[in-house]
């Protein structure tokens, strides 16, 4: 089945930039259609990011134009480079695999906490 290992989140400035990782194994990954999701503080989690084997992309109104998801096929991982960060984008990010209607499958990494603050 698969996993997920997320990393490269911290504490950041209003302003200031992160890129996130996410390796994955137990599936084709390369085959995969992947998102990336996050859960604020107290609310539902949501998805800001996807991206398709033949590298379609979508992003949530919320991150486009400050966020980037790519992929590394042959290294089995998923990536969030995100600058221009603001308070609001603090929350807890994941990465999944998505099947159809973009429903994530059942299984979840520990995630990667992204806090930004002055």
């Known amino acids: 089945q698969a996993q997920f290992v997320e990393s490269g989140g911290g504490l950041v400035q209003p302003g200031g930039s992160l890129r996130l990782s996410c390796r994955v194994s137990g599936i084709i990954f390369s085959a995969a259609v992947m998102g990336w999701f996050r859960q604020p503080p107290g609310k539902e989690r949501e998805l800001v990011a996807t991206m398709t084997p033949g590298s379609r992309i979508t992003y949530d109104d919320s991150v486009k134009d400050r966020f980037t998801i790519s992929r590394d096929n042959a290294d089995n991982t998923l990536y969030l480079q995100m600058t221009n960060l603001k308070p609001e984008d603090t929350a807890i990010y994941y990465c999944?695999?998505?099947?159809?209607?973009?429903?994530?499958?059942?299984?979840w990494g520990q995630g990667t906490q992204v806090t930004v603050s002055s």
């Open positions: 999944n695999l998505l099947h159809g209607n973009q429903r994530p499958s059942n299984n």
